[in-house]
């Protein structure tokens, strides 16, 4: 009885092997291969839509003045919503699915395009590439996909709803969104835009202004032209040398600064914090770590380095001209004012300790900008720069 009963499921199991196999070959049989090819000249634009079905969008580059675009895998049945034309130096790919993608395999629309030509790219439900160096505008938005480029001489808009997003070089301007992967980019000319609410964001050198932000990963940078602003709600921050402002915050991780020419604002609530080279003011906290920091102080702005629970290093230079405010607060019963000191080559105008906080306050070559140093059961150092404790 179990012998014929294995035999029964063998052949259930065959027939419908077999009825799959059949299906796919009617299927494929159906599907089609549309080609055509448009005379264009330089700086046109190839714009490509597909709504309501998967597809992907592959381009190209040549030398030729000349725009081929193949399709393969649209149904039969579903040809007559595909429409391929030229106008006014711009070829145009349309399809609307309308549930075409349902009998279908994923559709693929391939463009090969002069090196000199603008994309304006978009598809429901796949992956967007340019393999080649283009020279011109590329704006790409899937809602289902990767997001990729090649070296870019001009402005991007890269976007994607379910996806990573990379790019080569940018010599323009770039805007980088996706809502579920990584970013990573080259080199950017000018102003770079990063976001997205589920990955890491890595970056190259950015010669303008940079804004970087992530709900769930690591942000690493290179050096910024400009003023930075960077964000991540879960991970760590490491950034180069910034030749303007620089606003560094995450709820989760360790902060690392090389420098930066301004306001710096940087912090987070569960790591160490280390910048260095910082010229002009600082505001550093952290609720769980340690913070070391490099100050050439400049103008009025005041500075502040705070943590509540690890240590503070402070290096400035021997001819810097400021004030220094030094606190560590002392909390616990098993502590003492023994096991804490605020240390520094400086010497101090005020220096005292109690049960309850360690106090001092420095007035280095007649003063200046107002430097407040606190933290919560740990030591304070103030350094001469050049020096390493």
């Known amino acids: 009885m179990l012998s014929k009963l294995r ?25 089609t291969t549309k080609t055509e090819s448009f005379k264009v000249k330089k700086g046109g634009v190839l714009e490509v839509e597909i709504d309501d079905a998967a597809a992907d969008i592959l381009v190209k580059t040549w030398e030729k003045a000349e725009v081929l675009v193949k399709v393969v895998g649209i149904p039969l ?14 070829v145009r790919v349309e399809y609307y699915g309308y549930g075409g993608w349902r009998r279908s395999r994923h559709a693929r629309i391939t463009a090969t395009v002069p090196t000199e030509f603008n994309l304006d790219l978009s598809t429901s439900g796949g992956d967007i590439e340019v393999t080649d160096k283009i020279k011109g505008k590329v704006d790409a938005a899937t809602s289902g996909g990767d997001v990729e480029v090649g070296v870019v001489e001009g402005d991007i808009q890269l976007r994607t709803s379910g996806g990573d997003v990379t790019a080569s070089d940018v010599l323009g301007e770039a805007t980088l969104r996706t809502s579920g992967g990584d970013i990573e980019v080259g080199n950017v000319k000018g102003v770079l835009t990063a ?41 760590d921050i490491e950034v ?19 420098g930066a020419s301004g306001e710096v604002e940087a912090k987070t609530a569960g790591g160490d914090i280390e910048c260095h080279g910082i010229t002009g003011s ?32 402070l290096y400035i230079p021997g001819d810097a001209k400021v004030t220094i405010e030094a606190r560590i607060r002392i909390r ?38 107002r430097v407040t140093l606190e933290t919560v059961n740990g030591n304070i150092y103030i350094q001469r720069m050049g020096k390493s404790r």
């Open 7 to 31: 035999w029964q499921m063998l052949v259930m199991l065959t027939a419908l092997f077999v009825l799959a196999l059949l299906t796919t070959s009617a299927a494929n049989a159906t599907e």
């Open 77 to 90: 049945e579903d040809l007559d919503e595909l429409k391929i034309s030229e106008s006014a130096n711009t």
């Open 195 to 235: 976001s997205t609410s589920g990955g890491d964001i890595s970056v190259g050198s950015v010669e303008k202004s940079l804004k970087a932000s992530t709900a769930g990963g690591d942000i690493m940078i290179d050096n910024v032209g400009g003023d930075a602003v960077v964000s991540t709600a879960g991970g």
């Open 240 to 258: 180069g040398k910034v030749s303007g402002s620089a606003s560094v915050k995450t709820a989760g991780g360790d902060i690392e600064l090389m």
């Open 282 to 313: 600082i505001d550093a906290a952290t609720a769980g770590g340690d913070i070391v920091a490099e100050l050439m102080p400049e103008g009025r702005q005041g500075s502040s380095l705070e943590t509540k629970g690890g240590d503070i290093e």
């Open 332 to 369: 616990g019963r098993w502590y003492d004012e023994d096991e804490y000191e605020i240390t520094s080559d400086f010497e101090a105008e005020l220096h005292e300790k109690d049960k309850k906080s360690v106090r001092a306050k420095y007035v280095i070559n007649g003063g200046g900008p």
